[in-house]
């Protein structure tokens, strides 16, 4: 089993951060825990983890919990269907895009790297930016 990176993060409602997850980014649940308000998600080997703020569960919490709680951080992942993904954004919670699509070019050493990239705010105020390559491509 190889291990990789697979954030948790606490939300206010598990229920209407499911629906966020599974319906305007196209995640699959892998597997839930429903009595402490648990679901793992995943897309694209893309894996994110999350539980509700008054679940059964443990709580790793070092200060008290405040909207919104993803201040200070956004997550970087890249996919594979970024244009079907923010469509997917702009049909279903246009009012969460962060940042709008957008190519970017980044100094990477002594290349530059061109990414297709767009935020968007989940229902608790964390960011994510997907992204892929975008070389020859229009945002």
Known sequence: MSLKLVPELYCSDINITKHFYVNVLGFT?????IEEQFAYFTL???????EGIDGV???????????????????Q???????????????????????????????????????????VKDPDGYLFRFCCDARGQNA
Do not use: S
Request: glycine share 6%; hydrophobic share 35%.
């Open 77 to 119: 992942w890249d996919v594979n269907e970024i244009d079907l993904m923010y469509q997917r954004v702009l049909e279903h919670a246009k009012d969460d895009i962060y940042l709008e699509m957008e190519i970017k070019e980044y100094q990477c050493n002594d290349q530059v790297a061109v990414q297709k990239q767009f935020i």
């Open 44 to 50: 694209d080997g893309v894996d994110i983890m999350a």
């Open 29 to 33: 649940v892998k597997y839930e825990r």
């Open 57 to 75: 569960g443990r709580r790793w919490l070092t200060d008290k919990m405040e909207k919104p709680y993803g201040r200070g951080v956004n997550f």
